[in-house]
């Protein structure tokens, strides 16, 4: 079967570095996507990675390692906007992207 | 950036009338446009795919009849939930995909579907 792991809650502190992090088991395999998720709203895009290594964008990092089947997704200086799901996503053939259940982040003041 | 629209946001429906959903993709072409459905805390399950002119390709477990999907034109794809019961209420959000876009996915802002 095909699936993606993450941790189910993440709880950090205003300010901080937070690391969450993926495994995935697909049939196929052309990236790694991350999505963010408010309460009621719909999912925006961060990152893809297709190639092994760091992507940065600003305060958001995501890294892949497709031969460990890994990816995290790093945010630094965290914002109590950063309060949010997160979701991980393989785009596992040309049309197809499944996604992990999703990663909720607390941020503590 | 690309912008997806979908209406209506909220709908309220008794069971056994039929809903549907509009997906609009507003500044760009969609060739294929995706419908997933999510209840509460749970991730986006992915329900079918639809490329413009041709029918959708449904995931397992999903009822082709019951939910019924039309991607008429590169701007609009529609759902329609036929025959609507109290287990069909969730969050469905729609998502598109260009030719300019093909790693990246554009979602609109779901629709909460709520059959009594």
């Known amino acids: 079967g095909q699936s993606l792991e993450q941790p189910s809650e993440v709880t950090a502190v205003e300010g901080a570095i937070v690391q969450i992090n993926c495994t995935y088991q697909t049939s196929g395999f052309y990236g790694l996507s991350w999505y963010q998720q408010h309460d009621g709203g719909a999912p925006t895009f961060l990152s893809y990675?297709?190639?092994?290594g760091l992507e940065e964008t600003g305060r958001f990092s995501s890294f892949l390692s497709r031969s460990d089947s890994y990816g995290y997704l790093l945010l630094q200086e965290l914002q109590m906007k950063d309060s949010a799901s997160y979701f991980c996503?393989?785009?596992?053939?040309?049309?197809?992207?499944?996604f992990g259940s999703g990663t909720r982040l607390s941020i503590r003041p | 950036g690309a912008v997806v629209s979908q209406h209506p946001s909220r709908v309220i429906c008794k069971s056994g009338t039929s809903v549907k959903i509009e997906c609009r993709s507003l500044d760009f072409q969609a060739t294929t446009m995706f419908w997933y459905r999510q209840f509460p805390k749970q991730s986006l399950m992915l329900m079918a795919t639809?490329?413009?002119?041709?029918?959708?390709?449904?995931e397992q477990g999903v009822e082709k009849d019951k939910f019924l999907i039309n991607h008429a034109s590169l701007t609009l794809s529609t759902l329609t939930v036929t025959s609507a019961h109290p287990e069909d209420s969730s969050f469905y959000i729609c998502?598109?995909?260009?030719?300019?876009?093909?790693?990246?996915?554009?979602f609109g802002p779901g629709t909460r579907l709520t059959v009594l």
């Open positions: 998502s598109a995909r260009g030719l300019d876009s093909i790693n990246e996915q554009f």
């Open positions: 639809s490329n413009e002119g041709s029918k959708a390709t449904y």
């Open positions: 990675n297709a190639l092994d």
């Open positions: 996503a393989v785009r596992s053939s040309a049309s197809k992207i499944i």
